[in-house]
């Protein structure tokens, strides 16, 4: 996803994952398989089948610790701020961990031209032999949004493609 935010420092973008479902509806589905599941072990275990239930305890472990995995995964930002002589990228989960300093005038935009046609391309932003990539949690739509913005912004956002690898 690609906001624009209003900062002082010049424009600025938030780039995030989509997100499909907050964390109270993600609480609010295992809640449900919860109680489905603990219905359907009762009843196995009122006609015998108890090893049933601890099984039923792991699934429902596995499936909180995914859906606590994802929604984690899913709190990624990247803020893209552009002034006047430098592009600034700050990256982190809940608060600021990485952040980048690069002077617009020499920084290239590489985009990696995916090999199949429902993979989104991978930004890269590169000075001095140091590549970082760009929002590589976005879509296919944000990512052409955020490089028509690029572009308007003033950067050739070149094409490349990767060396083929092997499938292993």
Not at 22 to 39: C, P, Q, T, V, Y
Not at 69 to 87: A, D, G, H, N, P
Request: net charge positive.
């Amino acid at each position: 996803m690609v906001e624009q935010l209003s900062r002082r420092e010049g424009d600025c973008f938030l780039l995030t994952p989509n997100r499909s479902m907050s964390w109270k509806g993600n609480i609010r589905i295992w809640l449900a398989a919860f109680i489905l599941s603990m219905l359907i072990s009762t009843g196995m275990l009122l006609v015998g089948a108890w090893p049933v239930l601890p099984f039923a305890g792991l699934e429902l472990t596995a499936l909180a610790a995914g859906f606590y995995y994802t929604s984690r995964k899913c709190q990624k930002r990247e803020v893209l701020t552009f002034s006047q002589e430098l592009i600034r990228l700050e990256k982190g989960l809940t608060h600021k961990e990485k952040e980048w300093e690069l002077p617009r005038q020499y920084t290239r935009v590489w985009q990696d031209v995916p090999r199949h046609p429902w993979t989104p391309p991978k930004l890269h932003l590169q000075f001095r032999g140091e590549e970082i990539s760009l929002a590589p949690f976005l879509n296919i739509d944000d990512t052409e949004e955020l490089v028509a913005i690029l572009e308007k912004k003033g950067l050739r956002v070149e094409k490349r493609r990767r060396p083929e690898k092997l499938w292993f």
